[in-house]
């Protein structure tokens, strides 16, 4: 919570220029956000839930500690890094919105231009992509089914949801 304050302060420079060099992925990352307090403080206990979650899906996909990173260069190319799929691009980053524009070269994957967002984490970066369309679907199901009820409870009270990866130097 006080690196995220420190990052509103300083209009997310901090981030632009702690973001540069090799970060290996640690965990899963989630970003909750909601205009109401209360629920913004209780992000934090949902949060490690749905991390341990996230992780066993990530593992699957072979995405875990040692096997995945990101490098960003001080002249806007960057390299990720997937088990051993190494790709390419540039990227631009807005520090005002946290917003990250990764442009993926054309390759065996052609990932074109994805959106994400940054956030320092303490001494972690995280890199995480909007999901709110896949909460819209998600909620329109739950209203028809009670297994996804709990669930749906959960994701309704915020206004937006990212989910991606957590990364440390």
């Known amino acids: 919570v006080a690196s995220s304050a420190i990052e509103e302060i300083a209009g997310g420079k901090l981030t632009a220029a702690r973001m540069i060099g090799t970060w290996n992925y ?10 109401d307090v209360a629920t913004e ?11 341990k979650k996230l992780a066993t899906y990530y593992q ?8 995945c990173a990101f490098t960003f260069n001080t ?13 390419s691009g540039t990227y631009t980053f807005n520090a005002e919105t946290s917003q ?9 994957l052609n990932l074109g ?23 819209k679907i998600l909620v329109s199901l ?8 709990p ?7 915020y206004d937006s949801i990212k989910l991606g990866f957590e990364f440390t130097k």
């Open 26 to 35: 640690y965990q899963s990352g989630i970003k909750l956000s909601s205009e």
């Open 41 to 51: 403080l209780a992000a934090s206990a949902v949060t490690t839930s749905i991390q």
């Open 60 to 67: 699957k996909v072979g995405i875990r500690q040692g096997s």
């Open 75 to 87: 002249d806007g190319t960057f390299t990720s890094t997937f088990g051993s799929r190494t790709l």
């Open 100 to 108: 990250l524009q990764l442009n993926y070269g054309k390759g065996l």
């Open 113 to 135: 231009s994805i959106p994400a967002y940054v956030h320092m984490n303490g001494d972690k970066l995280q890199i995480v992509f909007p999901v709110d369309k896949l909460v």
């Open 142 to 149: 739950g209203s028809k089914s009670a297994k996804l009820a």
């Open 151 to 157: 669930l749906m409870a959960i994701v309704q009270k």
